[in-house]
C-alpha cells in the first residue's frame, strides 16, 4: 500500500511541476474576463465539482484558444486534494486520448482547472441525451480511442508509475472535432507502481453506481482492474446505447452489467445491439466486441484483461468489420471500384473546383498522333516552348484544340505537355503502349496520347500549371508568396491518394517519392507523373533513384517526410533529412507540445486560429509516419484518411467563416 503522504505533494511543487509541463497558471482576474465574471450563458456542464465554462484564453503560444473552464464548487466533492491530484495527472501525461491541461487557477477558496475544449462534447451526451446517430464504425474508433488512453495510463509511460483513473464513465470520454475519445476527469485518479500488475491501493470507495467494480466496492481495494471493469460498462454502452442504470425499465433489468452478461450467456448478441446500428455490424465483429466486453466484467479481477489486451482485442473487432465491409462492397454492383472510391475518385466541394480542362481530358481516350501533328502543337519543338528535361527526355508545352483534340497553330486552347522521350533509354518497337491507356488515375497525370514514328517517341499529357511540388516549396519566386495551409493539405491528399493507387491498382514496385515528379494542376491537386514511362519498357540497367528503403521507407516514412516538408518549408538532402534540422519536429513522438510545432512551421503559411489546430495533427501523424520504430508507423491507407478527416475539417472551418 502507497502511503497518503507520496500521493499528494505540497502545493508549491505540484505548481512548479505544473509549470516546468508548459501548464500555465492564470490569475482570477484572467479567468473572470474569460468567463464574463462566471456567466451562467457560458456553462456547458455541471457536476458533483460544481460548473464547467466554455471561453477564449490566451495560453502559452500567446494566441486565444477556445478552452474548458472547471470552476470548482467549494462544497463539491473534489476537495483540494483531487484538485492537486489532476493537475498533477495531467501536467505529467501527454497522449492524443487524454484531455490535455492546458491552465489552472488558485486564488484563496478558487480552485479553476482550464482544458481543451472538446466541441463535440461527451459519449453520454450523444448516447443518452442528443440521441446522435453515431455508426457502428464510429462507435468502434471511440471504443479503441479511449481504450488507447487509459492504457497509456496504466502502463505508465515514461513514467515509473502507473495511474487508475478510479471513475470511467461515458460522461467522462471525450470527443474532440474529429470525434477522437479523449478520457478527462482525473480527480479521483490514484498513482500505483507499474511493476506489479496485481497491486492495490487501499483507499475509501469512490467512483460511479453502475460503473463501479464489486471487488472494490466491497474490500476498498482499487487496482487497474478496476477501471478495466468500468470501461467493459462503456464497451455495453457503446452497443447497446442503454445507460449503466436505467429505472425506466423492470427492476432486474435495471442494471446494464446484468442484462448483457445474461445475453451473452444465453448467446443472445443481437439482443444487445442498439437499433441505431441494428444491420450494420457484421456477425464475427459482434462476437468479438461482446467477449472483450463480457470479460471485462468478469467478477474475479485475474479473469479480466488488461487494457493492452482489451486494445488489442477492440483492434480485431475493426479489422473484422472492415473484413465484412469489403466483402459486401465487392458482392455488388460497384465492386473493387466502390471500396476504393475513397482513396481514389473522393470529392469535396473544393476538390470540384478542377478545372474544366482537365475533365474533359479525363473523358477522353488516348491518342495516336503523328510527328508532324507534334511539331504544329509545340511550334517545331522550340525552345521557348522547351519546359524541362530530366532522366526520360524534354519536355515541351503545345497546344491541342479543345473540342478536336487535334494540335492547335495558336497559342490558345487545351495546353498540354509533350515528352520526348531519350532514344537511347526506350527501343520503341518494345514500348508497351497498352499501358498508357490502362495507367489512369486522378492523382497521376493524366496521359492524352502519343506518337511513335523511326526513332522518335512523343507522349502527350495534361498541363499542370503550378509546376512541381519541388519548386512549389523551394523555388526562390515562391520564397515571398503567402500560402495557405489547406493547400497545403490538400497537396498531401493528392500525394498520399496517388501512392494508395500506385500500390494497390497500378501495384508498382517503385514508389520512390522524388518531389519532382510531383507535379500541381491549376487548383493545387497533387499528380504523380514518370511512373507511367518507368512502366511502359525500362531498360535493364535502368532504376529509378530512391533516398529511402523501398519497402518500408517509401510509403509511410516518405510520405511522413512530405508532410514535414509541407509544414516547414525546408528541404530534404540526400539522407532523408531536413536540411539544418532533423526529419522530427521539436519534442519526442507522443509529447510533441502544440508550441514547439508552430514554432516550426513554415513562416509563409496563413495561420488563423481556426487552422492552429489541424495544423498540430498534420504534423502529429508526420512524427508517427517517420518514427523508427517500424510497428509503430501507421499504414499508408490509415494515414491517408487522417488526412482526409484534417482536410474535411478545415473546409467545414473555411465555409463557417465564409472564406
Known sequence: MIPAATLIADEHKLYSLAAERSCRRFSLAEIQSATLNFDDQLVIGKGGFGKVYKAYLHGNTGTPALVAIKRLDSFSSQGPNEFMTEIEMLSKFRHCNLV????????????????????????????????????????LKISIGAARGLDYLHTGVDTQHGVIHRDVKSSNIL????????????????????????????????????????????????????DVYAFGVVLFELLSGRRAVDRSFDEDEWGLVKWAQQRVKERRLDQIVCSQISGQISPKCLKEFAQIADRCLRSSRRDRPTMAEVVVALQLSM???????????????????????????????????????????????????SYSEMEVATRNFSSEMLLGSGDFGEVFRGWLDKKTYKPSKLDSGLAVAVRRLFSNKFEPHKLK?????????????????????????????EFMHQGTLKNYLFSSEGRTERHELITRVKIALGVGRGLVFLRTQAQLADCSLQMHNILLDKEFNAKFSDFDVVMLAPTKDFHPSSSYDLEVKIDVFGFGVILLQLLTGKMIDDSGDLIGTTHRLPGEYGFVSMQSIYSSLDDRLRLNFLMRRPAFQLALLAQKCVVEELWLRPTLESALEEVEEIYAIMLKSENSTGN
Open 319 to 369: 479489422v473484422l468489420q472492415q473484413q465484412f465491409i469489403t466483402s459486401t462492397q465487392l458482392a455488388g454492383a460497384m465492386g473493387f471500384t466502390n471500396i476504393m472510391q475513397k482513396y481514389l475518385v473522393f470529392r469535396t466541394s473544393r476538390d470540384n473546383e478542377h478545372s474544366v480542362d482537365f475533365e474533359q481530358s479525363m473523358s477522353q481516350e488516348v491518342r495516336i498522333y
Open 175 to 226: 470527443l474532440d472535432e474529429n470525434w477522437a475519445a479523449k478520457i478527462s476527469d482525473f480527480g479521483l485518479s490514484k498513482i500505483g507502481p507499474t511493476d506489479q500488475p496485481s497491486s492495490c491501493v487501499s483507499t475509501l470507495v469512490k467512483g460511479t453506481f453502475g460503473y463501479l467494480d464489486p471487488e472494490y466496492s466491497m474490500t476498498g481495494h482499487l487496482t487497474r482492474k478496476s
Open 100 to 139: 490535455s491541461l492546458i491552465g489552472y487557477c488558485s486564488d484563496g477558496d478558487e480552485k479553476i482547472l482550464v482544458y481543451e475544449y472538446m466541441p463535440n462534447g461527451t459519449i453520454e451526451h450523444h448516447l443518452h441525451k442528443a440521441r446522435t446517430p453515431l455508426s457502428w464504425m464510429d462507435r
Open 433 to 461: 503502349m497498352k499501358v498508357l491507356e490502362e495507367f489512369k488515375d486522378a492523382n497521376v497525370v493524366k496521359v492524352l496520347g502519343y506518337c511513335i514514328e523511326g526513332d522518335s517517341v512523343l507522349i502527350v499529357y
